[in-house]
Structures are given as C-alpha cells and as structure tokens.
C-alpha cells in the first residue's frame, strides 16, 4: 500500500466519499489511485472556489464532510474565499493540497510560496492544518482531518500532501476511531439562562448553526412557546428550516440601520451558536453594534457546544410544552403580473417551490425582498451563500447541494455581479447533471455598492464613480454564457414570463438557467443610509 491508497482508504473508513477536484501535476498520483478506489464520487469542478464553495453545500445539506482536492499554495489560494465562507458557516470541509516532494521543496521550483509554505496559508482559513512528513503520516493525518472537522458545529481540516508521501509505500491507515466528543452547557448555564427567561424582560433567543434546523429549531420553538421569548436568527444562517409548517424566526437584518430598529424593543438577547449581532463594516459616526444601550447579552452555548443538547436542557429546565410551537402558514396568492421585480420573483419562487426544496441566497440588494416573499413557500432549506462576506458562493453553494440531495430541486437566486467570479460553477452542473435551477438577477450593477458609496459621498454620484460599479459597456449575456457552458437558459423580462418559465424550469430534470431582467429600485436603501 502506498500513502496515497492509505489516505483514501482512511477517508473511505471515516465516511467521506465525495470528492470536489481540481487537480493538476502534483496531484496525479492522487487521481490515479481515485480512479482505483471505488466508493469515491470525484466532481471536477473548473476553479478552486467553486472546488471549495461546491463542498460547503455539499456538507451543510449531507450532514458530513466531503474532502476536496487542490493543486498546491496557488491552486489552494484561489479556494480561500469560499473556504472562508465555510469556515463561518461552521461547515466541515477536509482538504487535500498537493506540494512538491518534501526532498525538491528546497530547490525552490515554480510552485513554491515566495515567502512562506502552503501550511502557513492554509491556517488563516482552517482550524486545523498539518502537512504530511512520510507516506504513513499521511494516512494517520487524513484520519484526524476526518475526524477533528465534525467536532462542534464543524471544522476546515487542511492536509498538505507532498508528492513523494503518495507513492511512497505506507502503512495501513489506523482504524476508525469514535467522534470526538462535543462539550457540553454546564448545568450551572442552564439554570443562568432559565432564570433569565423568567425575569419577565423582552427577551430575543438569537439562533444560528445547528440550532435553525431540525431538532434544535423545535426545542427553541418549545423554548418560546413556554417563556413568550422571540425567536431570532443570525443574518447569514448556513441552514434555515423554514416555510410552511416550521417554526417561525426572524432573521436580524444586514442593514445596521435596520437591525437597531428592530433590536430596539429587546431588553436581553441570549445566544445560542450565534455570535453577538454586530455591524458587518465600521462606519463613521455610527454604531459598531445592533444591540441596543442597556439589551443584556448571555450566551447559553457557543457553536462549540452540542447545541441540541443544550437546548433541550433548556427545555426541562424551563418546563417547555411538548409541542404547541407556533409555525408559519402557507401563503397564497394569485400569480404575480408586470414588471419584473425581486418582490415578484419571491411570490413566484412562494407558489411554486416544490415541498423540501433547497433555496441557495446570494441575491445581494435583492435578496430581502425575495426572502421575505417566501416565508410561507412549502417546507423548504434555506442556505446563505456568504456567511464569510466573500461572494461568488451562490453558483458552487447549489451545486454541492443538488450533489448531496439529489432527489431535491435546487434553486439559487443568483446576483448577476456575484456570479461571475464562480461561473464555472455551470459547466460542473451540466456535467453532473445537477439538478438545480439558476435564478439569475440581472440588473447589470454592483448595486450593494451603490448603497455603500452613498454613506460616503456627498453630492451624486460622478462617472467615474459609477463606471466602478456598473456592469455594462459591454453587458453580460447570461444566455450565451449557460449555453456555452452546457446549462439550457432562458430570459423573462416581465412577472408574468418569470412565472411561466420557473414552473417549466421545475418540471424539468438537470440545470436550467433563467435570466431575469430586474427592474431595481435601490433609492429607498440609499435614502436610509443617508439620513
């Protein structure tokens, strides 16, 4: 056995077996033993991002790590943004990074960092990050990636492989050991946070991680229904249950001067996986947090903690009821009509979803409108594609999704900006025949960044100003663009085109692209930021 047939048997006996790849030269060895190791799905995707941000989906929805694969220091930088994303959305990640045999590291060939090593990068972005020093550490590494990246809500786990550690012969890899233990709320905090929720005070319970989905979303909603708390939730959940039949939460806003708004009623705001809600960027004269003067904050478990059992402690100690939550209703309404708006694309995407789709966010200026119109769509997940700021997640994000659930439709609501940093993200969908549909805003404009200009400026707008932020001169033609890549598409200019082609789109099998000319109106954004 050699260290690269250890390695992926360590991974197979761990449970990983999917694999995002874009390999090259130093990885070779690695993709000939993938080709004789069966029980590994290999998707190749065309950029490291997409490599990165594809895995991110994959894990939130499959519950388990997949392992990518990325050609040394350069090919792992290009994956570091989605890898940051990741990384705050708590996902577990294991990557694989080729390097040159640790004997020709020294000759300083092509590939080797001007002035530091591919362990030195891979740490800014991952918990844990080891490089391998002989063909049987490499195996003993893949098995403490694998396990280490599922402690908690979820670790990036990085393994740097040097060549001559995949053909050297090595030792079986060790066997499977049991998970990682993950802490545990004291008894002490429980009783700290029961007695807060019995003093009587406006109190928000802010949600983020595991506590938005599954058993943690209904012990929270127990929670509320005993202690009349609000549920809230972390701006950019990672994965949101919700939909008709869920347990209702609001999500706090990105707009700081929103968030105060609605925070302001609140007397004391306890967390649960969720860090304390503050502004994204420091803006001049304005305040660094959401929380309002006076709001006490406690925390009754951090991401590190098993939040399920803390919160169903919280329940027992509380006196929750087993049941009686309050839930979302269905929404109906009749098919949208006129312009094309995010308003009429949410009510579009409320009536025709399908029950336990998968919606990808990484609409930007338009999300808020469509997010809120499809409160009340079927039971569905929800996933935010920039948990991290870093965009271009949105396109990889669907794509490892539709690879972990299959059977589920998928459908992105894409901002026209955003998606060109991942675009090939497409091709890798058509390959797979993924099936999720592209929902693509196009309003030929960064727009977020004209909302953001107008904090700082005074006076309009000048043109070249504008020219840093618009996307024309030439357009995108995000028809071309799908087809060239494989993805069948189409272009809807009113609600009533939309409409027709998402149903089309949602009884079809395999990736669609649907172009949606937005009318926008961010006015009322840059009047509110400039008050």
């Known amino acids: 056995m050699n260290g690269a047939q250890a390695l992926f048997k360590a991974l197979i006996d761990a449970g990983l077996d999917t694999c995002f790849a874009n390999p090259g030269t130093s990885e070779m060895q690695l993709v000939y033993e993938i080709g004789l190791t069966p029980g590994v799905r290999a998707v190749l995707c065309l950029q490291e991002n997409t490599v990165t941000g594809a895995a991110d989906g994959y894990a939130r929805m499959a519950g388990k790590p997949a392992f990518t694969l990325l050609h040394v220091g350069s090919g792992f930088a290009n994956g570091m943004a989605n890898l940051h994303n990741a990384g705050r959305a708590n996902t577990p990640i294991v990557n694989i990074v080729g390097a040159n045999a640790s004997y020709h590291q020294p000759n300083y060939p092509e590939h080797e960092l001007i002035n530091g090593r591919i362990v030195d990068l891979a740490r800014v972005v991952s918990h844990w990050a080891h490089e391998a020093k002989s063909a049987s550490d490499l195996a003993v590494l893949g098995a403490l990636a694998a396990r280490y990246s599922r402690i908690g809500a979820g670790k990036i786990c990085t393994l740097i492989a040097p060549t001559n550690c995949h053909w050297d012969p090595a030792v079986a890899p060790p066997v499977v050991a049991g998970a990682m233990e993950t802490p545990k709320v004291s008894p002490e905090a429980i009783q700290e946070v029961a007695a807060l929720l019995a003093n009587g005070k406006r109190t928000g319970i802010v949600l983020g991680s595991h506590a938005m989905y599954g058993e943690g979303l209904e012990l929270a909603g127990r929670i509320a229904a005993k202690t009349g708390a ?302």
């Open 230 to 531: 609000v549920l809230l939730g972390e701006t950019f959940p990672s994965r949101f249950a919700r939909g008709e039949g869920r347990v209702r939460v609001e999500l706090i806003e990105y707009m700081l001067e929103m968030a105060v708004k609605v925070l302001a009623p609140y007397e004391q705001l306890l967390l649960v996986g969720a860090l304390p809600p503050v502004s994204t960027f420091a803006y001049e004269g304005q305040p660094l947090t959401k929380v309002p003067d006076g709001c006490q904050l406690a925390t009754l478990a951090t991401v590190e903690h098993d939040l399920q059992a803390a919160l169903g402690d919280l329940a027992n100690a509380v006196g929750a009821p087993s049941a009686a939550v309050t839930r979302q209703s269905r929404s109906t309404a009749p098919a949208p009509t006129g312009a094309l708006t995010p308003s009429a694309i949410g009510k579009s995407l409320c009536a025709l979803l399908p029950e336990n789709a998968i919606l990808v966010d990484e609409g930007a200026t338009m999300s808020s409108p469509i997010f809120h119109a499809t409160e009340g769509a079927r039971a569905h997940d929800y996933l935010h594609a920039v948990c991290g700021g870093a965009i271009g997640g949105g396109l990889p994000l669907a794509l490892g999704a539709a690879v972990a659930c299959p059977d589920r439709k998928t459908v992105v609501f894409q901002g026209d900006g955003c998606g060109m940093y991942t675009v090939q993200a497409l091709w890798s969908m058509a390959r797979e025949q993924a099936n999720v549909i592209v929902v693509l805003l196009r309003n030929d404009a960064y727009a977020i960044l004209e909302v953001e200009l107008a904090r700082v400026r005074e006076g309009d707008a000048n043109e070249r100003m504008e020219s840093m932020m618009h996307l024309s001169d030439p357009t995108l033609d995000w028809i071309k663009i799908a087809e060239g890549q494989g993805v069948a598409a189409s272009r809807a200019t009113t609600a009533e085109e939309f409409h027709a082609q998402l149903e089309a789109a949602l009884g079809s099998k395999g990736p669609r692209l649907i172009e949606a000319q937005v009318a926008q109106d961010i006015k009322p954004a840059i009047d509110l930021v400039r008050k």
